[in-house]
């Protein structure tokens, strides 16, 4: 698949205000579970200087107008590793719905993204600079069963509990804060209502969490996730940027996962590594130093070339 142009007449030019429009080549991902594509553009193909200035961020989505990817909101930038040998780093950046990004947060499916979208097969360590995670992504065995990534952190280490105590109580209700690929709130379905009501009672506990551990009132994190241990396993329902994610954001696997096998955590033991979701069942394991997010799956989209705003400076 080629490079295609996606030029508006009211894309902004580079340069010295003529001629035709600097562009820089982008891919977009769609990793299956993920609530939306993700725009991933490789480091060395922007400007100097150019990463994580959010007005040319803004700039690359809005060339996306008039695509069928209009309202893209995860966006991924990474090169090649300056630690590991022929890894890659990458960064994350998350477009929030009032026009902000947020730069803090980390996506598991778009660091997935990025491998894919280099057309990497072999088994890749990818550095996550937002979050300081280390994920080791590769095929699994089989043929046709898609990725695994292995987050390579003991669950026990330091930090995976935020607070230091493996259960806190938020406005009255017993939740596990754990940071694990990215910081997340574990509740029980038993300590919150089963109505219409349930995404703003998450939501306030969210918040009481995000001050808990430092967050702004806007900020993308921590993530939510509400679960209910049923004879047939675990049922677990998470929130995401703009509602309800359909299935489980990888990392929110992967936290939830370092939740069960954390002694007197809210989370129960996942039992056969599969946990049950709206959309479909996600499966996990842990061993020593790692968590693991089985089967996932990412194909590329489309290839464009999207025009980039040169600022001049002083």
């Known amino acids: 698949m080629g490079i295609r142009p996606a030029l508006r007449d009211d894309c902004p030019h580079g340069g010295g205000g003529g001629g035709a429009p600097r562009t820089v080549p982008v891919t977009i991902v769609r990793a299956e579970d993920a609530p939306g594509p993700t725009l991933v553009v490789r480091l060395d193909h922007l400007p100097p200087g150019a990463l994580a200035l959010a007005h040319e961020l803004a700039g690359l989505r ?33 477009a929030l719905p009032d026009g902000r990004f947020d730069f803090r947060t980390g996506c598991g499916h778009s660091l997935l993204a990025c491998v894919v979208a ?36 003991d669950v026990t280490a330091a930090g995976t509990l935020p607070t230091g105590r493996a259960v ?11 940071r694990y690929g990215n910081p997340y709130v574990f509740v029980d379905a038993r300590h919150v209502g089963d109505g219409d009501g349930v995404e703003e009672e998450l939501g306030r506990l969210r918040g009481a969490a995000g001050k808990l551990l430092g967050y702004g009132p806007h900020a993308a994190l921590p993530k939510i996730a509400v679960f209910r241990a049923e004879a047939d396993g675990l049922f677990v329902r998470a929130l995401t940027v703009g509602g309800w994610h359909p299935r489980l954001a990888l990392t929110g696997a992967a936290a939830l996962a370092a939740a069960a096998a954390l002694d007197g ?8 590594g599969t946990v049950r979701t709206p959309g479909g069942v996600v499966t996990v394991s842990t061993g020593p130093g790692r968590v693991s997010v089985h089967h996932k799956r990412a194909r590329v989209l489309d290839r464009l070339a999207l025009p980039w705003r ?3 400076t002083a």
């Open 62 to 94: 809005h060339g996306l107008a008039g695509t069928p990817y209009a309202g893209v909101n995860k966006i991924a930038v990474y090169g090649a590793s300056s630690r590991t040998a022929g890894g890659l780093d990458y960064r994350f950046v998350q």
């Open 118 to 153: 280099e057309g990497r097969g072999g088994p890749v360590t990818v550095r996550a600079v937002t979050t300081g995670d280390t994920v080791r992504v590769e095929e699994e065995s089989g043929g046709g069963e898609g990725w695994v990534l292995h987050f390579l952190r």
């Open 168 to 178: 806190d109580v938020l406005l009255g209700v017993p939740v596990s804060l754990v």
């Open 265 to 272: 955590t809210v989370v129960p033991g996942v039992a056969g």
């Open 310 to 312: 040169i600022h001049a």
